[in-house]
């Protein structure tokens, strides 16, 4: 699976990257954790981060603590209530980064040009280890464990991703 093809934001000063999963408070909150804290001090372009979900179900709440738990340990610091995506968020985005098929296919109903579909994109498009899979499975409710294997699958995607940006 070759890189996406992201020479249509080359030049800009700033980027919005807004991370989508199910319900914005494991998987998604925990990329833009992750990303946020790697591009601090990268200065052109300015990396704006946020992340939503493509379910209402836990809008205004706070990060799952399993999660912010895992990425706090790992050494991020990041401030997250749950928000909802929608075709607002979609267009104000320069890029829209989907943890698995189903977040791909929701936020593929807000696309109405060619402009908006070429900023979608799964999150592990971007692991440059070539994974067996580009899908960020969902770690709700499970252990441990499974939030630092996710982690590990974010961190690896987001390096590949600044790399990408930075060429």
Known sequence: MGQPDLSFLKERDTLIITMVCLGNICRSPMAAAVLHNKVAKIDKPKI????AGTSNWHSGQGPNPPSMRT??????????????FN?????????VLVMDRHNHE???????SDEEEQKVFFLREFDLTQPDSIEVPDPYSLPDSAFEEVL???????????KQLLM
């Open 48 to 51: 704006f981060v946020d992340s």
């Open 87 to 95: 075709y607002s968020r979609l267009v104000s985005a320069d890029l």
């Open 152 to 162: 590990g699958m974010v961190e690896k995607a987001t390096d590949g991703l600044i």
């Open 106 to 112: 929701e936020v593929m109903r807000y696309v109405t």
């Open 71 to 84: 990425w706090e340990k790992a050494g991020y610091k990041y401030d997250h209530i749950a928000s909802q």
